[in-house]
T-cell receptor, first 121, second 111 residues
Framework: GAVVSQHPSWVICKSGTSVKIECRSL??????MFWYRQFPKQSLMLMAT?????????EQGVEKDKFLINHASLTLSTLTVTSAHPEDSSFYIC?????????????????FGPGTRLTVL | GENVEQHPSTLSVQEGDSAVIKCTYS??????FPWYKQELGKGPQLIID?????GEKKDQRIAVTLNKTAKHFSLHITETQPEDSAVYFC??????????FGTGTRLTIIP
């Protein structure tokens, strides 16, 4: 139980285009989803926290107009990288936190997706 | 905010030996401490976690200890196997708030 999927697993795009990444909790409902980016051989850097039905909370230094986050349902959050540039190339990972008892996930645990490797040419 | 330090950054151990990774945190309000294993090109996988009302937790070859007074917690892997080779991250958080991650430890098991 507590499986999180991401789509696509990798994407290559041209500079200036926008890319959407989906994060889904497959067997539990998630009140909160988190988006991270990770550069090679580095730790996970939290970009933003999204709660279902409300605006995302962005970490300091993260451009909200560039990284658009939508959490339209309890099982889906999307990250759109707008006008992508080579410096946006990175490994993007989402995580989901379960809602309440009786679901596959525990409310105090973040379950991570497999990540999406974005390469901007 | 919370700050988590993790040591060592790299660790090599002979297969069958034990491995220990240590983390310290700064915010005494933190009460949840998970450990994640990340293999190359994949997302982090939760391997064990501990809450502040417990001093030690064990799951087969993996154990975590927590010292709230000193604000540090450790991951212990016994009888290491080649498949234990990966990057391990510790994290600290409070309640349902966000997690702060350590810088990671690259563990290599030498056959």
């Amino acid at each position: 139980g507590a499986v999180v999927s991401q789509h696509p697993s990798w994407v290559i795009c041209k500079s200036g285009t926008s890319v959407k990444i989906e994060c889904r909790s497959l067997d539990f409902q998630a009140t909160t989803m988190f988006w991270y980016r990770q550069f090679p051989k580095q730790s996970l850097m939290l970009m933003a926290t999204s709660n279902e039905g409300s605006k995302a909370t962005y970490e300091q230094g993260v451009e909200k107009d560039k990284f658009l986050i939508n959490h339209a349902s309890l099982t889906l959050s999307t990250l759109t990288v707008t006008s992508a540039h080579p410096e946006d190339s990175s490994f993007y990972i989402c995580s989901a936190r379960a809602i309440g008892a009786g679901t596959s996930g525990r409310t105090d645990t973040q379950y991570f997706g497999p990540g999406t490797r974005l390469t901007v040419l | 905010g919370e700050n988590v330090e993790q040591h060592p950054s790299t660790l090599s151990v002979q297969e069958g030996d034990s491995a220990v990774i240590k983390c310290t945190y700064s915010d005494s309000a933190s009460n949840y401490f998970p450990w994640y294993k990340q293999e190359l090109g994949k997302g982090p996988q939760l391997i064990i976690d501990i809450r502040s009302n417990v001093g030690e937790k064990k799951d087969q070859r993996i154990a975590v200890t927590l010292n709230k007074t000193a604000k540090h917690f450790s991951l212990h892997i016994t009888e290491t196997q080649p498949e234990d080779s990966a990057v391990y991250f510790c994290a600290a958080g409070f309640g349902n708030e966000k997690l702060t991650f350590g810088t990671g430890t690259r563990l290599t098991i030498i056959p």
